[in-house]
């Protein structure tokens, strides 16, 4: 005897656009695409949100490097040593903190030449070149056009200046991010929901995929080629991150 197999055919939730195709919902620049699924365990949307925050920088990191070059390795640490106790004093008497001050980098190398010495077209120059890098961490970022101004005249290069936050206020930008970029994510599953004839019900799961933190930064050119005290204007320091966030769902 023929036995007959009924097939049940589960039900899934399509979004689509004209005749074909899957509704996409993007959190912003970057954002993985929003979908909506049904499986034997209830229907899930998924969706991926952008959020941001800014806030006036409270900490600027500077950094000056003293250099001395030559063929001694003793004259040139002689020479470095000198230059660091230079800008140590014209730090201290710009009201820089000696625990403000830390050294991130000392070598003494041989400088890098496209072409070496001694063959046809060599480059000719110093045997070797010594640098000792300082960072300086201010907690009031208005002197810091001072500050560079005092190394630039204790013969200091000066390598990078940056804008930035201590890491409590950066903890508490990312916190408000975090929570923008919820908000964005539960508008967008929302909308979704409602085009497809279900309403969210709930968070099954969320994952914080990445968070962009950008200082601001300045020129170092333009701070050594200051003339007359060096002016440094500052922007907001931003934090942007995305959660990826899968809502449950039913139907209305």
């Known amino acids: 005897m023929r036995k007959t197999i009924a097939l049940a055919l589960a ?45 006036q920088p409270d900490q600027a990191v500077l950094r000056f490097a003293v250099t001395a070059e030559g063929d001694d390795p003793a004259a040139i640490r002689s020479e470095l040593a000198s230059g660091a106790s230079d ?38 120059g110093p045997e070797l ?14 002197r810091a056009g001072a500050v560079v101004d ?4 204790a013969g ?12 409590d206020t950066r903890e508490d930008l990312r916190n408000q991010a975090l929570e923008n970029a919820m908000d964005n994510a539960r508008s967008q599953a929302d909308t979704l929901a409602s085009a497809g004839g279900l309403s969210v019900t709930g968070v099954a799961s969320i994952d914080a995929t990445g968070t962009n933190y950008r200082p601001v930064a300045y020129d170092a050119e333009r ?17 942007e991150t995305s959660v990826r966030v899968v809502y449950e769902a039913s139907g209305q």
């Open 129 to 142: 070149r010594g640098v000792h890098v300082f960072e300086v961490t201010l907690s009031d970022t208005d």
């Open 87 to 124: 800008l140590r004093t014209a730090l201290s008497e710009a009201g820089v903190a000696d625990d403000a001050i830390e050294t991130t980098g000392y070598s003494i190398e041989e400088p890098l030449r496209r072409v070496p010495p001694g063959r046809d077209g060599g480059e000719t």
């Open 150 to 153: 005092a190394a630039a005249g």
């Open 223 to 239: 701070a050594q080629a200051a003339s007359g005290g060096t002016t440094i204007e500052t922007g907001d320091v931003s934090v």
């Open 156 to 167: 200091a290069a000066v390598q990078s200046v940056q804008f930035t936050l201590a890491a």
């Open 11 to 55: 039900a899934a939730v399509v979004l689509t656009v004209g005749a074909a195709g899957t509704v996409l919902a993007m959190g912003g620049t970057g954002s993985q695409p929003a979908q909506t699924t049904a499986d034997t365990g209830g229907q899930t949307i998924t969706v991926s949100g952008d959020g941001s925050a800014s806030a």
